[in-house]
């Protein structure tokens, strides 16, 4: 299990990932496009080209770990290329990897009066 503190961000690479890649690879990544260090404890997340399959790395501060999840149906909700260097929250990535769109999670209702 992940234990995310309240000051750990959550990176999205945009466009699709060669879903082959590894530890090092991904982390190269983290560091030549989106500028980061991927040995900080934030999460670096990466989608492949059919939208379904997702890699998270994450240094805990012992090494490195690689999170993976394909969706059985649908696809995983990802900014485009225009959108650039895209940070999320720890509650829009719970979203993300249930498959909901995390830009604008549907509110429930809740009533106002007990009667």
């Known amino acids: 299990m992940i234990g995310l503190s ?21 982390a190269l990544r983290v560091q030549e496009t989106l500028k ?20 998270v790395i994450w240094h805990d501060g012992q090494g490195a770990c690689l999170f993976v999840k394909r969706l059985e149906r649908g696809r995983f ?23 909901i769109d995390w830009r604008m999670p549907q509110k429930t209702w809740r009533p106002e009066a007990a009667g």
Request: aromatic letters at 10%; hydrophobic letters at 40%; charged letters at 20%.
């Open 36 to 55: 980061r260090n991927p040995h900080n404890g934030n999460l670096f997340c990466f989608r492949g080209r059919r939208g379904d399959l997702l890699k």
């Open 77 to 99: 909700l990802w900014p485009s290329m225009a959108d650039g260097v895209v940070t999320i929250s720890a509650a829009q990535l719970s979203y993300l990897l249930s498959g």
């Open 6 to 26: 309240s000051d750990v961000r959550v990176w999205l690479a945009t466009g699709h990932t060669d879903m082959r890649k590894g530890f090092n690879s991904l």
